[in-house]
């Protein structure tokens, strides 16, 4: 594992817990912490034997309240690493499963951090808004696109022009937090919805990521017609797992999957 300064990597099994580390500023990340939190995503994205991220932050008033903009800037290399903002909002056609632990505050580009994630596990305490605008600026990682898609254009236009908060509750109406939790039990909660995909073979997992990204801005009816050229399909019905699941069904065993090819 690589060394780091901003945040910390805990390893169990095949689930690996990013904790962004910056309290004193509300976890917002500096230029170094995105670059950072890009090398630990490549170090997850690159080994077989970790199939789950959870990404969460420390202490529990902030997930991560955006960009540091007082954190000072190396001009020798551009403010993001190329997988963007945290190492994750431009890191397109990712095939692993990665959920958001929102434990506070997740604002500005802590949001587009959030939505850029699978699935957002979220503590009752915690707020969300693209709040980019009331400093200047806009939500340039992926965050406008996101929210569209995710809830809709006239939804989203009431956010995104008006950098209004909303509470996890109004969230999960919105359908951008997949379960809302006491604050104390949000990385729990987040480990359970791991443990729940684990059950499944990490090659249907991928290859149901693969089918997902390719759906995106294309019909149906297009996505179906090619979906069994995808590697990661084909890869899943010729590999090991297509034989163990029905396999381990008929026996009333536990299936033992294989790492992802």
């Known amino acids: ?18 904790t962004i580390r910056r309290e004193e500023v509300r976890n ?65 056609g990712r095939l692993k499963p990665v959920i958001a632990a929102v434990n506070g505050q997740a604002m500005g580009g802590g949001f587009e951090l959030a939505l850029a994630c699978d699935l957002i596990v979220a503590a009752d305490s915690a707020t969300f808004g693209l709040t980019e605008p009331r400093v200047g600026l806009a939500a340039l990682g992926g965050g406008i696109q996101r929210l569209i898609r995710e809830i809709g254009s006239k939804r989203a236009m009431a956010m995104l022009l008006t950098a209004r908060r909303i509470t996890a509750s109004q969230a999960l109406d919105l359908g951008l937090v997949n379960e809302i939790v006491p604050a104390d039990d949000v990385l729990a909660a987040a480990r359970r919805w791991a443990e729940e995909i684990l059950q499944c073979s990490p090659n249907s997992v991928i290859a149901t990521k693969a089918v997902a990204n390719g759906l ?5 009816a297009a996505s179906m017609g090619d979906m069994f050229d ?30 992802p090819a």
């Open 1 to 18: 594992m690589i060394d780091t300064r901003f945040c910390s990597v805990e390893v169990d099994g095949r689930i690996m817990t990013v």
């Open 28 to 92: 917002a990340l500096s230029q170094d912490a995105s670059w950072e939190l890009g090398a630990v995503f490549d170090h997850f994205d690159a080994n077989p034997d970790l199939w789950i991220a959870i990404v969460t932050g420390a202490g529990d008033k902030a997930f991560c309240a955006g960009a540091d903009l007082k954190g000072g800037m190396d001009r020798s290399r551009p403010s993001v690493p190329p997988s963007g903002f945290g190492g994750m909002v431009s890191r397109f």
């Open 230 to 259: 995808l590697p990661q399909v084909r890869g899943l019905l010729t590999g090991p797992d297509a034989r163990e699941g029905p396999k381990a069904f008929a026996e009333k065993r536990a299936p033992v999957w294989s790492n």
């Open 216 to 220: 995106d801005g294309r019909s149906i």
